[in-house]
């Protein structure tokens, strides 16, 4: 399977400022995304990263406050904009081939703490 | 509205028992169901895959049974050890052409030795 190497695995971040988390992957994937696990929640997704194209956003996330880039098929990158303590959570990238019912693979998450 | 319901209570086992960890939903009719293992500062792992005309599926000491009447999974870990600490995931994909899983939080499971 995919090994993802995702960086930073923490930071702590003042309010107002940026926060932009890399996902490298070891080979070319057709899927990416990006989830979001807050304490004791489940994993949200926030976005499908697409190669070449605009982000699909799911339902409450937005790209002026999640931007997101994939170059090409094997990197993608998301930035956490004007960070709040309420953005402090776990920032999880994926990966799959796209066939129904297929695993995702994950990083090891990046833990964000916004004070 | 569609949920997702796993024991938030962590459960707590002697080694050598069998753990059985719970997945209901509502509202969904799921496809597929999967299980993934999350340990603490990692991310999820990818375990076993049922689809929604099977009603067990078996991998080493793992078992998963799916029950689309009682609209219910059960994932069973046969002579736990210590080393099966971590959070479970259930995961559901539905019908109708969605490749990307919706997840529930997780029940903890505490092996003791």
């Known amino acids: 399977s995919a090994v993802i190497s995702q960086k930073p695995s923490r930071d702590i971040c003042q309010r107002g400022t940026s926060l932009t988390i890399q996902c490298q992957v070891d080979s070319q994937v057709t899927m990416m995304f990006w989830y979001r696990q807050q304490p004791g929640q489940s994993l949200t997704l926030i976005a499908t990263?697409?190669?070449?194209?605009?982000?699909?956003?799911e339902s409450g996330f937005v790209i002026d406050k999640f931007p997101i880039s994939r170059p090409n098929l094997t990197f993608s990158t998301l930035t956490v904009s004007n960070l709040s303590p309420e953005d402090s959570s776990i920032y999880l990238c994926?990966?799959?081939?796209?066939?129904?019912?297929?695993?995702?693979?994950f990083g090891n998450g990046t833990r964000l703490t916004v004070t | 509205s569609q949920k997702i319901e796993q024991n938030s209570e962590a459960l707590n086992i002697q080694e050598g028992k069998t753990a059985t960890l719970t997945c209901n939903y509502t509202?969904?009719?799921?496809?597929?169901l999967q299980w993934y293992r999350q340990d603490p500062g990692r991310g999820p792992v990818f375990l076993l895959l049922?689809?929604?005309?099977?009603k067990e599926k078996r991998k080493e000491r793992l078992k998963v049974t799916f029950d689309t009447t009682l609209k219910q999974s059960l994932f069973h870990i046969t002579a736990s050890q210590p080393a099966d600490s971590a959070t479970y995931l259930c995961a559901l994909l539905t019908s109708g052409g969605s490749y990307i899983p919706t997840f529930g939080r997780g029940t903890s499971l505490i092996v003791h030795p």
């Open positions: 990263a697409n190669q070449g194209s605009e982000a699909t956003y």
């Open positions: 049922i689809r929604e005309n099977e």
């Open positions: 509202n969904y009719s799921p496809a597929y």
């Open positions: 994926s990966v799959g081939n796209g066939g129904m019912g297929s695993p995702l693979h």
